[in-house]
């Protein structure tokens, strides 16, 4: 029995000598890269602590100057001719567009194309509404649809003796298509050209509004969103307009005009990690090349101070 304990000490010593040579073959302070120098060697001085100031103030300023990019996201923009649309198709138009001195009795809003002539007021009444304004005008607020082909719609006067009456206007809001969500808001489309404008005119002439419209896809990649507006631009005229001789009642005409082509705009937002990955990066680089110049420049001043550089 003493000779077993006697041989089961030996072993439980040769496993700790065993043991102790292994972890001093596998020291991790051997690897060590970022050994930190004791604090009697190392030396702060004026300039170091500038440089740090420094770079700190470099790495915010980087940092505050991307981080709107970061969130606005990058857009990608192309021009495509669009096939699958045509006259089958319908876009909806948005107005909200007030009337001076015509009563709502007095005016109608029709739609005119290709297919032949629509009364919007005796059809549309869910989406489409007249309502009486003070002073005794009219205003046409809501959404009809018109043919995805050249066309027009127009405000008419009804009624007789209105020859003499005038179709002062303001249009408050115009838009064709989808309604651009907050979070395109920013992006430079001319959706709304016609916005916040007013018409003054001569008694019994007709305003006449050419409207060239041109199809946009607003593409999300990140949400996988798809919206599509139009954007457009305008020219306007004023005339007075005769029928066999005879002057007609003064009218307020858009005339649209669609291009074939599409403009697509892609929105594409860099991921977070691949934001904060290329911003360690910079602030990395800054500290690590302003290390490099500020220990040259105490090597080179210790050298010539020394008279060793010859």
């Known amino acids: 029995s003493s000779g077993i304990n006697a041989e089961y ?21 051997k690897v060590d890269i970022f050994q930190s120098p004791s604090v009697d060697v190392a030396q702060p ?20 100057m991307e981080l709107p990019a970061f969130n606005e996201g990058k857009t990608k923009e192309m021009v495509y001719i669009e096939n699958t649309m ?5 876009v909806q138009v948005y107005m909200n567009i007030s009337l001076y001195e015509l009563s709502c009795d007095e005016v109608s809003i029709d739609i005119q194309d290709r297919h032949g002539r629509f009364d ?27 043919r995805y ?12 003796n209105l020859n003499n009456r005038t179709m002062a206007h303001a249009i ?15 992006m430079p489309l001319s959706t709304g050209t016609l916005e916040n404008s007013e018409k003054s005119t001569s008694t019994g002439k007709t305003h006449d509004y050419l409207v060239k419209l041109v199809r946009t896809e607003v593409y999300d990649e990140d949400s996988e969103e798809h919206i599509y507006p ?18 007609l009642p003064p009218r307020i005409y858009f005339r649209l005009q669609f291009s074939p082509l599409t403009m697509k705009f892609s929105v594409h937002h860099t991921p977070t990690w691949l934001f904060l ?13 302003l290390k490099l110049f500020h220990s040259g420049a105490h090597v080179a001043h210790d050298t010539i101070k020394s008279g060793k550089f010859m």
């Open 9 to 29: 000490g030996e072993f439980q010593t040769f496993q700790h000598y065993l043991l102790q040579i292994n972890l001093r073959m596998f020291d991790l302070r």
């Open 230 to 247: 139009f954007q457009y631009t305008y020219a306007h005229r004023e005339f007075v307009g005769h029928h066999k001789g005879k002057p």
């Open 86 to 90: 045509g006259g089958n198709n319908h």
């Open 172 to 186: 408050h809001e115009l838009r064709f298509g989808d309604e651009m969500s907050w979070e395109f808001e920013d």
């Open 149 to 160: 082909m050249q066309g027009n719609f127009h405000i008419t006067s009804r009624g007789k």
């Open 45 to 64: 001085s004026v300039a170091g602590g500038a440089l740090t100031l420094s770079a700190i103030f470099f790495s915010i300023i980087c940092l505050m």
């Open 277 to 289: 990955t290329r911003h360690l990066a910079i602030f990395g680089g800054t500290f690590t090349v």
């Open 120 to 146: 919007v007021d005796q059809y549309s009444h869910n989406e489409f509404h007249k309502n009486r304004i003070h002073g005794g005008g009219c205003n046409f607020v809501g959404s009809i649809y018109v």
